[in-house]
Structures are given as structure tokens and as C-alpha cells.
């Protein structure tokens, strides 16, 4: 037994290790024109040497699948809605599947490719070719242990080959990931049936930025902002729905919208903590007198992570070779994300526009009204989806004027009911239907590339204007000293409807009334901008771009600021005591722990009077916590996160439907803050006491008992054994092996051990937690950190939450997990002398 044991061990063990590539020596690669050399220092990061742009991004291709074929191969699964041809006859893989086809995600990325700049097409095509020449003559087993697993259940067959529509399609499942606020959207509607067709309370869960006292990115007079030109206040009438809003079967159909979309596999991030830090500081408040920037982009954490670090440096930069770039790349698609150059740096965090509208149909069989009584035939495609070891699903995707029904996707025999009842036979049932501009094809490829070649502020603005979806903030600092913000994206521009249901995109629209089409889009002249403000820093991490009522209406619902302005004070502070800024305090401000829910909250819950003993123990705590960090060994943290778990979970969850229950983001801070004043709010009482009315004390007083009990419960009796990190936990999970379905030798081989941190939502250190989940498990967080130095670009630091690899076999599959846990980071060489000085491995690739 014991021999067959160690023979198991032995055979899994070299099963596992044989797709590690090579990193050192020469190998030949088909298509290269002359030598690429590839250079990797301790952490396995490649820098790429070439003599060609296209030989440079051939390379990158030959690299990122050495490294991390299978995280590719899953992703254009995914984004052609063939996961179930991969994963086989799985219920999950195929709802997805029909999600993403009825999205059209892969239709959208061909007609895309057309419109690209020719050089963007020939960079698209070196990488595929780097791919291919990988995948060349090599076994599913050679390339990823995955496919080794996936073989005794289902049939792995050769790898297709890698197209350049593959890598634009990934950029769909970017967007889709941080698109903007169409879970708000939903939210109002659902909200609204649920709350006695009350839009005052439905409102009064979605407060108004400003109300927050929180700054926005920029000053709206150097911004050169004009007045908003459109709507931008709520209003509290549905009347020109019609009788919409009262209808059941709306409830229905958004419901069942809800369902369909959080079918998709999470690409990148989703929900509360999808967002990310940046901000950049002007030289006259550094020490060396240059700019300094800094970006951590808190996103969904998997293993492997978000992003392959690498450099890409032409050996002669010019014209015809106008790369020497170093930073965060995706996997399946060529060039650096975020990064620098050797004349500029820029940092990426979402925006939040508004880009989804949900339209409400009135549907009739295959038709959909439009106007007073004209019914109009939709668009329909039948899409087969494959299933290995499963018979083939037909899949009929209907389509309006606005784009996709979504509402029918997974529930087809329920919606055939509500679409055939009799009361509505003539005047036809509800669905959903979702417009979105990343299904209308775009330029964010070419922006990719110009930004990689950009040496201005100019350069910066003008690739901006393409990059369309996502939408995203741009912080940016050149080496001769200027900083600067630009937003791009294609924003819709929507028609003002006084009186009606809100037409700002904040609900969904009633899609028979032209008067709520998408009338156009901002003109990127009309984005937001700055380039040396008078303030000399910029932090911009996801608050509102302007203030309410100028510029360009965006969205309603941002961020509430709580990060933006810690991070704001950080900087302030440092300025106001006249220290000089160095790269060292924009590391150390990444890791800031402090917490605006404990400053807001624990005066206010030190003033509850509670029984004295076992009842108080654990409020005792927060009398002593007085820097509201939120540290891993800290008990006072781990107990006031228990209170505003069960804070949200008391004073909401007893009149929201489940999809709504709080998730604790900032959002929910920003509605507690405005009931502490109001004792006797509605949301205090719980519905299911019919004979008592409960006011705020009663809520606070039932959630710090219940908090102690929870505890107690979790870590001990004894208040002092209770630590933050033993609750908050980052449990990395693979993105196809890891989860509890999974064999657990296989997932724990699969998935990194997990580490304890500290921060938390809308904390600096965004280690965010679902509150309505009841886990105080890591859910999203900083996907990476850099700091870019602009005096000296090889003192700038950077790290990943796991490795460059996704072998987990290789050494770097996770070896920079522990120091992205504690706050280091790891020296980024990309100037020649630096990157040959850091070197452990060479590899040569020739013709």
C-alpha cells in the first residue's frame, strides 16, 4: 500500500511539473525575424528584447501561453459561451454559455477587428502567432496540468488555434466586469415592489454623492467643465411607465434578468470592492522633485491572478520599433494594461459610468412594442451550444432595438407563462432587454498601444478619446514633471424627462417611449480633464469625477469617496507638516487600515447602555480602540465588523428581497450616516414584530449582544484570543479546480494556502467582505500595487497578489502572495542596466 502510495505521489507529481516551460537556453520559434532575448529576475517577471514591434509581441505571446495557456484558453471559453465544450455537461457552464452568447460577446470582437488601426491588427496577429508556435507540436498534458485533470471526465482535445479575435473578446469580459451601475439599476426596481411602490424610500436607499461631504477627482474651473447636460435629480413619479412599476410580472422578469447576469463567470471583479485606489503627486511635494504615482486596482483574487507582469522593450526604440514599456499585462492579449514607459506612467481605476440601460419590453410572441400600438419583429438567431459528454442546447436570441432580452435567458418556460397571459394578451408581458456600448464594436485595442507609446499629456488625452469600454479614470506623470486626470469612455448621452421615471439610466426605461433611446454619446473633447492642477496631487479612487450638476452627466451612482478622501488626508498631512513625499509613504499609504465605518459608528455604539459582564464584553473593546485600524490582530476590529454585519443584516434584511440584502459597501455607510439622526426611520422597525415598532437604540443595542454571541461563537469566549485576520481571510481559489466541488486534495493543491490580512471595505487597504454573505472572508481586493518613481524608474516598486505563473507547480505560482499580505513589494527594474543586474534566467528565442 505504502508503495503504491509514493507511486501516486511520484506520478502526480511529474504529472504536474511537465507543462513547466523552459526559462533558460534557446529555442527556436516559428515567424520570429531575428533573436528575442527574454530576461527573468527572482519573481519569474519576463522582460522582452527585440529588434521588431511585430517580434515583440510574438514573443509576449510565446511567454504568456509558456506561463498561462490555460488561464487563456478558459477565458476565450468563456467569452465565446463555450465553457460547457471545456468543463463538460456542468449546469453552471452552460447557463453561462447561453448568458454570454444571447450578450454576443465573440460577434462583437469580429466586427471589431475590422475597425482597428492596421498596426493594432498586425500587433494582434504577432501575438497570436507567438501562441500558436508555443502550442506547436505539444500535447494538451505539455502545456497545462489542468487539462490533465479535466481528461478523466471529459475529452481534451488539441488546443485550437490562437486568433486575434480570441484577445479582443477578452476585452468584453473586461467591461462586462466593471461596467457600471447595473446592479443599482435592478436594485431600484426590485426595491420598488418591495417597498410599497415607494420611491421616497426606494431613494433613501441611494443617497446622493454629496451627501457625503466627499471631494470629487477634480475642481470643475480647471476641469473646464460646463453645466451637466442632463438630468441629474431624482424624481419620485413612475406615471409615464405606465402601469409597469405595479405590475408583478415586471418583478418577475427583473428577477429573472438578475439571474441571468450573475450566471456569467466573474472575470475580473464583481460587486462590493470592485474598484481601485490611484492617485499621483506633483514634484514640488516629492524629494527628488519628481512625480510619483501610485495604483492598486482591487479586483476579483483568484489564482492565478489578474495580471502577468512583464516589460517589453525594443532594442533600438523607434518608428518602426516605438516600444520600451514595463508593467501589468492580461494573459490572451498583447501590451502593458497599466505601467510606464521611459517618458510617461499612467494608473487605471474604474470610473462607474453609466454605460447599461435595462429597458422594460412590452413583449407580444416575437414582437415588441413600440410607440402607442406598433409592434415591431424582433431580431432573432438560433445559437447552438456544445456540451462535452451532453447533448447540444438550442439557444434563441431575441433582440430589440435596445439589444439584448436577458430576462428569458434561463427561465424560458416561466416567461413563456407570463408572456401568455390571457389578461395581457393584447397590450403583451414585460421583459428585459440590455443596452450597453460595449456590444456596438470599439477602439480600446488601439488605445492599448498608444498609451504604450505615449511620451505627453497629449499623447495620453488623444489615446484616452479611444479607449471606450471600460470606462475608466487615468491618472498619468511624465518624467519631466507634469501630472495629470483623463476620463475616457463612450458615454451615452440620454434625454432630460421631467416629471417621469428617472431618465438619467438610474432605472430601468420604458422601452416603448423613444423619448428613453440613447440619443448619442459625450464627445471625448467634452471628458474631463486636467494637467497640473493648482492642488498638486490627484487621487481619484472611483468618487465622482466632478461635482453634481457639471460636465458631462456620467453616472449617480459613484463610490461614496471614503478612500478617496483618507487618501486624500494622507497626502494633506504630509504636505501641511512640510515632509517631502518618497515612494516608501505611497507604499505605506497603500496599506493604510484606518476605517471611516468604525470613525462614524463607535461613538455612537460606545453610548449604548448594555447589561455589564458577558453583554459588554466585547463593546469594552471599542473603548480603547482609538485609531479605528483595521488590523489583522486586532480584536477591537474584529468585533465591530461582527456589529455592522449584523447591524445591516437587522435594520434591512426584513424588507429587502435577498438580492438586495447590504453587501456593507460604501454605499450603505452613506444610508446608515443619514438614519443615525433619525431614530425613529422606518428602516429601524422590523416588519416581522408586528406589535412593537423597534427604533435605532433597540437595533444597535440587538446588534453589539448579537456580535459578542457570533463571536464567541467563531473565536472564544475570552475577548482578548479575538483577532481581525482570524476572521478576514483571503482564500485564494483556482479558476476552475479550486472550488468545493472539487476533490479536496486536488483543491488544496490547486489553491494557495490561505493568509490572513487586515483592511477592509472602503478601506485604503481594500480587502473588501460581503457582509450579506455572513463570511468576513476576502472577497475582492488590491489586485496588485505599484509605485512609480518618475525621477528614478528602477527605484519603482510593484507586486501581485499571487506569481507570474500558473503552473502550480512552479515556484512562482504564488511566491509573492505572503508579501502582497504584509505590504512589500518588489524592486521593477525596466532600464537595460537594472533588468541585466536583476536577472536569474536568459532565454533566447530564434527564427
Known amino acids: ?212 461631504g466627499n471631494a470629487p477627482i477634480l475642481d470643475p474651473a480647471e476641469a473646464g467643465a460646463t453645466q451637466a447636460t442632463q438630468q441629474t435629480q431624482a424624481t419620485q413619479t413612475m406615471s409615464a411607465t405606465g402601469h409597469a412599476y405595479e405590475s408583478p410580472h415586471l418583478t418577475e422578469a427583473v428577477e429573472s434578468a438578475q439571474r441571468a447576469l450573475d450566471a456569467v463567470p466573474v472575470q475580473i471583479a ?58 501589468f499585462s492580461f494573459s490572451g492579449f498583447p501590451g502593458v494594461i497599466i505601467g510606464h514607459n521611459a517618458d510617461i506612467s499612467w494608473g487605471l481605476t474604474n470610473m462607474g459610468a453609466d454605460v447599461t440601460d435595462f429597458f422594460i419590453e412590452r413583449v407580444r410572441n416575437d414582437t415588441y412594442l413600440r410607440g402607442v400600438d406598433e409592434w415591431v419583429e424582433m431580431d432573432k438567431e438560433t445559437e447552438v451550444i456544445r456540451v462535452d459528454g451532453g447533448s447540444p442546447v438550442d439557444l434563441e436570441v431575441r433582440r430589440t432595438v435596445h439589444g439584448p432580452i436577458i430576462s428569458s435567458v434561463m427561465d424560458e418556460a416561466t416567461m413563456d407563462a407570463v408572456r401568455s397571459s390571457p389578461t395581457e394578451e393584447q397590450s403583451g408581458q414585460y421583459e428585459i432587454s440590455l443596452q ?197 490582530d486586532s480584536a477591537a476590529a474584529a468585533y465591530f465588523a461582527a456589529v455592522w454585519r449584523n447591524l445591516l443584516e437587522i435594520t434591512f434584511n426584513d424588507e429587502l428581497p435577498q438580492p438586495m440584502w447590504p453587501d456593507g459597501g460604501s454605499r450603505w455607510l452613506a444610508v446608515i450616516q443619514g438614519m443615525l439622526d433619525e431614530p425613529d426611520d422606518e428602516f429601524w422597525d422590523d416588519n416581522s414584530t408586528v406589535a412593537v415598532v423597534e427604533s435605532r437604540d433597540q437595533v444597535l443595542t440587538e446588534a453589539l449582544v448579537s456580535a459578542r454571541q457570533d463571536l464567541t461563537v467563531e473565536l472564544g469566549k475570552d475577548t482578548s484570543d479575538w483577532e481581525w485576520g482570524t476572521l478576514h481571510q483571503l482564500k485564494l481559489q483556482h479558476l476552475v479546480l479550486g472550488g468545493p466541488s472539487i476533490p479536496t486534495p486536488l483543491a488544496a493543491y490547486m489553491n494557495p494556502a490561505p493568509v490572513k490580512v487586515g483592511g477592509g471595505t472602503s478601506v485604503v487597504n481594500a480587502t473588501a467582505w460581503d457582509a450579506s454573505s455572513g463570511s468576513f472572508d476576502v472577497t475582492s481586493g488590491p489586485s496588485m500595487r505599484m509605485v512609480v518613481d518618475l525621477a528614478d524608474l528602477d527605484a519603482s516598486t510593484w507586486v501581485v497578489v499571487t506569481g507570474t505563473s500558473a503552473h502550480p507547480a512552479s515556484a512562482h505560482y504564488d511566491d509573492q502572495l505572503e508579501a502582497w499580505a504584509t505590504g512589500e513589494t518588489f524592486p521593477w527594474p525596466s532600464s537595460p542596466e537594472a533588468v541585466t543586474a536583476a536577472q536569474e534566467d536568459e532565454l533566447t528565442l530564434t527564427p
Request: net charge negative; glycine share 8%; charged share 25%.
Open 1 to 212: 500500500m505504502v508503495l503504491v502510495l509514493v507511486a501516486l505521489t511520484t506520478f502526480a507529481w511529474l504529472t504536474a511539473r511537465r507543462p513547466l516551460p523552459e526559462y533558460s537556453g534557446e529555442i527556436q520559434v516559428e515567424g520570429l525575424s531575428s533573436d528575442v532575448r527574454v530576461s527573468r529576475d527572482a519573481q519569474g517577471v519576463p522582460q522582452i528584447y527585440a529588434d521588431s514591434a511585430e517580434d515583440l509581441f510574438r514573443a509576449q505571446g510565446y511567454v504568456h501561453a509558456q506561463d498561462r495557456f490555460f488561464e487563456m484558453d478558459y477565458r476565450r471559453h468563456v467569452t465565446a459561451g463555450r465553457l460547457a465544450e471545456l468543463v463538460g455537461n456542468n449546469a453552471d457552464a452552460i447557463q453561462a454559455d447561453m448568458v454570454t452568447r444571447t450578450f454576443g460577446w465573440r460577434h462583437v470582437a469580429e466586427e471589431e477587428f475590422n475597425i482597428l488601426d492596421d498596426t493594432t491588427r498586425q500587433y494582434l496577429q504577432a501575438y497570436a502567432d507567438g501562441v500558436n508556435a508555443y502550442l506547436k507540436n505539444r500535447s494538451p498534458a505539455e502545456t497545462a496540468f489542468e487539462y490533465t485533470v479535466l481528461d478523466v471526465s471529459v475529452e481534451v482535445n488539441e488546443p485550437e488555434t490562437w486568433t486575434p479575435i480570441d484577445s479582443l473578446a477578452w476585452l468584453k469580459a473586461m467591461a462586462w466586469d466593471l461596467r457600471s451601475n447595473y446592479d443599482d439599476e435592478l436594485d431600484r426596481a426590485l426595491a420598488y415592489g418591495t417597498l410599497d411602490k415607494d420611491a421616497a424610500r426606494v431613494n433613501e436607499l441611494f443617497p446622493a454623492f454629496s451627501a457625503t
Open 436 to 632: 450597453w456600448t460595449a456590444l456596438k464594436p470599439g477602439r480600446t485595442a488601439d488605445a492599448v498601444f498608444e498609451m504604450n507609446r505615449a511620451k505627453t499629456p497629449a499623447d495620453m488625452k488623444a489615446a484616452a478619446a479611444k479607449f471606450e469600454v471600460p470606462s475608466q479614470n487615468i491618472v498619468f506623470a511624465t518624467t519631466d514633471g507634469h501630472i495629470g486626470y483623463q476620463a475616457p469612455g463612450k458615454i451615452p448621452v440620454r434625454a432630460s424627462i421631467p416629471g417621469a421615471v428617472e431618465s438619467d439610466g438610474s432605472w430601468p426605461r420604458p422601452g416603448w417611449d423613444a423619448r428613453y433611446d440613447w440619443t448619442g454619446y459625450v464627445a471625448p473633447e467634452q471628458m474631463p480633464g486636467v494637467v497640473d492642477p493648482k492642488e498638486g496631487f490627484i487621487v481619484a479612487a472611483n468618487q465622482a469625477v466632478l461635482p453634481s450638476g457639471s460636465g458631462p452627466f456620467i453616472t449617480r451612482d459613484w463610490d461614496y469617496g471614503y478612500r478617496s478622501e483618507r487618501i486624500r488626508k494622507l497626502i494633506s498631512q504630509r504636505i501641511a507638516e512640510g515632509r517631502k513625499l518618497t515612494a516608501a509613504d505611497m507604499s505605506e499609504f497603500q496599506m493604510d487600515q484606518w476605517s471611516v465605518f468604525a470613525e462614524t459608528l463607535v461613538p455612537v455604539l460606545r453610548e449604548v447602555e448594555l447589561p455589564a459582564g458577558y453583554d459588554s464584553d466585547g463593546q469594552k473593546l471599542l473603548d480603547e480602540w482609538d485609531d479605528y485600524s483595521m488590523d489583522p
Open 270 to 327: 464583481r460587486g462590493e470592492g470592485t474598484g481601485s485606489n490611484s492617485w499621483v503627486v506633483s514634484g514640488q511635494y516629492t524629494e527628488s522633485g519628481k512625480p510619483l504615482l501610485a495604483n492598486d486596482p482591487h479586483l476579483d483574487l483568484a489564482a492565478p491572478g489578474i495580471w502577468a507582469q512583464v516589460g517589453l522593450h525594443c532594442n533600438q526604440v523607434g518608428p518602426e520599433c516605438p516600444f520600451d514599456v514595463s508593467g
